[in-house]
């Protein structure tokens, strides 16, 4: 059963910390995408990517935030210096780019909490 | 990508048919339905999609009007499990593009 990986699960830093989080895409998909999800703004799309280019990262604070794939299996998500208001659920999904149909499978998350 | 509306919240009791509409007048003619759920503390999970005819699979069928301005989420068999945030998305399905989540549908499945 293919699943979208997410790594790590819960994270706790302190204001100011650099903060990585990596995501495994389903083996063969070629679009993978990084929402994140608050109370306030609910899930909201930050990036993605297609054959590891970066289409849209439009929702991303850029002075802080950074999304890369290094290869074909991995997506990293980084934030440089974390906030107490990036604290959130950073989920990542992965997709196949298709003429019609085209899903998108969700990973479980990661739990950011930013003191 | 059309706007959709749904309700803040419904019940439906164990073992019934859950129906959870959504109003999405702006469509256009390229634009599909889609419907995700969140159970709580996980991801998003993709359940249907349609264009404009009837769609069933495993999860659930989708029921869209002739005008497409509108469709329907069953759940045939609600069970327990059911509970989650539902979320209807009208989006071109063409590259597999982003999707823009609106609030959603809390549905709560009564014991």
């Known amino acids: 059963d293919a699943r979208v990986t997410q790594t790590p699960r819960h994270k706790v830093t302190e204001m100011g910390q650099e903060v990585t989080m990596r995501c495994q895409p389903i083996?063969?998909?070629?679009?993978v995408f990084w929402y994140r999800q608050t109370m306030m703004q609910g899930l909201e799309l930050l990036a993605y990517?297609?054959?590891?280019?970066?289409?849209?990262d439009s929702g991303m604070p850029k002075d802080r935030f950074s999304a890369e794939m290094p290869d074909a299996t991995l997506a990293t998500l980084k934030i440089q210096p974390s906030e107490p208001r990036d604290s959130a659920v950073y989920f990542c999904?992965?997709?196949?780019?298709?003429?019609?149909?085209?899903?998108?499978?969700f990973g479980p998350g990661t739990r950011l909490t930013v003191l | 990508d059309a706007k959709t509306t749904q309700p803040p919240s419904m019940d439906c009791a164990e073992g019934r048919a859950a129906n959870l509409p959504c109003n999405h007048s702006?469509?256009?003619?390229?634009?599909?339905v889609y419907w995700y759920r969140q159970i709580h503390s996980q991801g998003p999970q993709y359940i249907i999609h349609?264009?404009?005819n009837n769609e069933t699979n495993e999860m659930a069928s989708l029921i869209i009007t002739e005008d497409r301005k509108s469709s329907t989420l069953i759940l045939p068999h609600a069970t327990l499990r059911d509970t989650a945030v539902y979320y209807c998305i009208v989006r071109v399905s063409f590259g597999n593009e982003k999707l823009t989540f609106g609030t959603g549908t809390r549905l709560t499945i009564i014991p």
């Open positions: 999904a992965s997709g196949l780019d298709q003429t019609s149909g085209d899903t998108q499978y």
């Open positions: 990517f297609r054959n590891r280019a970066p289409l849209d």
């Open positions: 349609g264009l404009k």
């Open positions: 702006t469509i256009s003619g390229n634009e599909y």
């Open positions: 083996l063969g998909h070629n679009t």
